[in-house]
């Protein structure tokens, strides 16, 4: 687990804490004495947010030392333990037991590696998916065989992505305006330079960009494609314009639901 060094000094007015955008993690009781260690960086990005609000709520009533960064939980060294604890309490009351009088469902799992294998089954515990690995293949109810679909989905599509540049949270909400502002120039204007020039250095990059969390791996496939699309067709000299102002147009209508 990456650590960094204690951001939490105590000054002479108090203490100087990152912002917290957690409504359920508001307040740090009190802040340990030991200035000497370090502080811990729970990446929980990945969990549900009901998972996180239920973890919040555990570290405010067992008087946990620790605040939030987005998602990121920070902790120090001194109640690693503790917080260990509070984790798998929580990863447990969202991941139930198969019900054997239900129908299930079996995936097979072959070609799968084991890490692969667990990221899938911590994929599923953070979606509350009863499952479990028989034989090899993942069991689940057969009332949740599309979701697992889904999580399978996802999980493969983002595996593709090894090798893409990553962007997290405020460098993808960047990214994203600035290609909107860009398409929606070129759709007013299929001959506005800063336009042309913008859609293509933004739609390059994003056609480079792995799928950022928070995301489905799907919908971020898609928008690669019609950047890369448009960059292609800007850069071409035999392209139609009315072409380039379709797909600028379509382009922006999706980056605004996601901006």
């Known amino acids: 687990m990456p650590s960094f060094q204690n951001p939490f000094r105590k000054t002479s007015g108090g203490v100087d804490l990152p912002a917290t955008d957690n409504d359920a993690a508001e307040s740090v009781p009190d802040l340990v004495d030991d200035e000497s260690g370090e502080w ?5 990005h990945a969990m549900a947010s009901e998972t996180r609000r239920m973890l919040a709520q555990l570290l405010l009533a067992d008087e946990v030392v620790h605040s939030w960064q987005g998602t990121t939980l920070l902790a120090h060294e001194s109640v ?13 009351a969202t991941n139930p037991d198969l019900d054997p009088a239900k129908p299930q469902v079996a995936f097979e799992m072959e ?12 994929r599923l515990s953070q979606v509350a998916v009863p499952h479990e690995f028989d034989e090899g293949d993942l069991v689940c109810h057969e009332e949740d ?3 697992v679909e889904l999580v399978i989905e996802d999980l493969l599509a983002r595996a593709a992505d090894d090798g893409l540049e990553e962007l ?14 860009a398409v929606d120039r070129l ?9 042309v020039k913008r859609s293509v250095e933004h739609g390059r990059r994003l056609a480079g960009v792995a799928t950022p969390f928070g995301f489905p791996a799907s919908a971020w496939a898609a928008i690669r494609e019609q950047c890369e699309s448009l960059a292609d067709m800007l850069e071409a000299e035999d392209s139609d314009e009315d072409d380039i102002h379709d797909l600028a147009a379509r382009l922006r209508d999706t980056l ?4």
Request: glycine letters at 6%; zero cysteines; aromatic letters at 4%.
């Open 40 to 44: 811990l960086a729970y990446e929980l």
């Open 80 to 92: 690693e333990e503790h917080v260990d604890a509070l984790l798998e309490e929580v990863e447990a």
């Open 111 to 122: 070609g799968w590696s084991s890490e692969l294998q667990a990221v899938l089954s911590e």
């Open 145 to 147: 065989e599309e979701q």
């Open 168 to 181: 997290e949270g405020l460098e993808v909400n960047e990214l994203l305006s600035a290609m909107f502002e």
């Open 187 to 195: 759709r007013r204007d299929g001959n506005d330079a800063q336009g």
């Open 256 to 259: 605004v639901r996601m901006i």
